[in-house]
């Protein structure tokens, strides 16, 4: 590595450690499990894939095959971020759309279908061009490709839904997916680089990077600022947008059952009622007559 790579490489571990710290003493892990996860689990791989990185590259390295444990390492890093970056795009639909319970709820549905359909595309359309442990990097980077666009749409959603939601830009859920959004767009470039990447001081890398520092830092104004407070939603029970959140909420539920009275007892009944009215009168006419 150059020196300006390894400087941005020693940003990305402060920005890591530093964010998954103030995720934590915030409380937003409370909040966003997921992402005080992912966070976490950043924070302790990127500087152990950088040491051995680096330590690759000494002569000994390849002695104790190095460049064999760090391939596993980050792909088990990539893989398993892959699937936290599925987790928090839930959790931050369950928080843009708390206002709409039953909308959020029939969203989630449709995006884990949405996921599992795309999942399932991006891995049948993989080359596989890699046989034996080298399959591994095919998969993750279909994988990861799948859940990159996913980000993306789940960006679009809140930017096109914000005054429905009475969501602000200043909202954590806003800014935890303007950073997904970044970081996505490095994933995609890197995806589409990867074959052809030799080295860490390729200029591709330093696309990725740069992108990669873009959304820490977008992330870290997101957690300092205050969030504004999400005001209650008022609207007339006549909006459109009301109606769907409670047709939403409707479906799935049986309801409770309840006993519909078949036309043939109405007739009964009305019979009876006759019975009863002709047997006053008659009691009334007897009393009459005794009077």
């Not at 894939?49 to 980050?74: A, N």
């Not at 799935?252 to 009275?261: K, N, R, S």
């Not at 006759?274 to 005794?290: D, F, I, P, Q, W």
């Amino acid at each position: 590595m150059n020196s300006a790579m390894s400087a941005m490489n020693a940003a990305e571990l402060v920005l890591w450690a530093a964010l998954a710290i103030l995720f934590r003493s915030k409380g937003l892990h409370r909040r966003f499990p997921a992402m005080s996860i992912y966070l976490g689990l950043r924070a302790i791989s990127t500087p152990i894939l950088v040491l051995l990185l680096r330590e690759w590259s000494q002569p000994w390295g390849r002695d104790f095959h190095l460049g064999q444990i760090y391939y596993f390492d980050f792909f088990a890093t990539y893989i398993a971020s892959a699937v936290l970056l599925f987790l928090i795009c839930i959790e931050v639909f369950r928080s843009a759309l708390a206002a709409f319970p039953g909308i959020a709820k029939l969203t989630i549905v449709i995006f884990r279908w949405a996921a599992a359909v795309s999942v399932i595309v991006s891995l049948t359309s993989i080359s596989y061009a890699h046989r034996g442990i080298y399959i591994i990097a095919d998969v993750s980077y279909g994988l990861m490709h799948s859940v990159s666009v996913l980000e993306l749409c789940l960006l679009a959603f809140l930017c096109l839904s914000m005054n429905a939601l009475r969501l602000t830009v200043r909202d954590l859920p806003f800014g935890i997916a303007l950073g997904f959004g970044l970081m996505c767009s490095g994933e995609f470039v890197l995806a589409a680089w990867s074959s052809r990447l030799t080295s860490p001081n390729d200029p591709v890398q330093f696309v990725y990077e740069s992108l990669v520092l873009g959304t820490l830092a977008v992330w870290m104004v997101y957690s300092i600022l205050p969030e504004p407070p999400r005001k209650p939603v008022l609207m007339p029970a006549s909006s459109t947008i009301y109606r769907w959140n409670e047709i939403a909420s409707a479906l799935g539920h049986t309801g409770t059952q309840v006993a519909v009275q078949q036309p043939a007892n109405s007739f009964f009944l009305s019979d009876v009622e006759r019975v009863v009215e002709k047997v006053l009168a008659r009691n009334m006419k007897g009393r009459e007559s005794e009077t």
